[in-house]
Nanobody, 121 residues
Framework: QVQLVESGGGLVQPGGSLRLSCAASGSIFRIDAMGWYRQAPGKQRELVAS???????TYADSVEGRFTISRDNAKNTIYLQMNSLKPEDTAVYYC???????????????WGQGTQVTVSS
């Protein structure tokens, strides 16, 4: 079993900052990649940022330059530092991890429960 626990969401004013955290725990042998997705009401879930085991990062065009994804391998944790937040960043943010479980053969994808980020004055 693999569990992803997210934290750091909340209400912030435009121009403000938040840092999201996602900690993976459970029967983990290897994490190949982790990332953040978001879904606003009435819209499809989209990739915000991702990071691979070899530290390659990907950002959505809408957040590049404002958001930074990082990881702490010792804690199986990723972070999303969100600066210069805009109202259009309002969404539920989901953590995703591609994990090979202990005793497993192939990686599988896991999702966190989601955390609400609201940017409003």
């Amino acid at each position: 079993q693999v569990q992803l626990v997210e934290s750091g969401g909340g209400l912030v004013q435009p121009g403000g900052s938040l840092r999201l955290s996602c900690a993976a725990s459970g029967s983990i042998f290897r994490i190949d990649a982790m990332g953040w997705y978001r879904q606003a009401p009435g819209k499809q879930r989209e990739l915000v940022a991702s990071i691979t085991s070899d530290d390659r990062t990907t950002y959505a065009d809408s957040v590049e330059g404002r958001f930074t994804i990082s990881r702490d391998n010792a804690k199986n944790t990723i972070y999303l530092q969100m600066n210069s937040l805009k109202p259009e960043d309002t969404a539920v943010y989901y953590c995703n991890a591609r994990v090979v479980q202990r005793g497993g053969w192939f990686p599988s994808g896991y999702w966190g429960q989601g955390t609400q980020v609201t940017v409003s004055s």
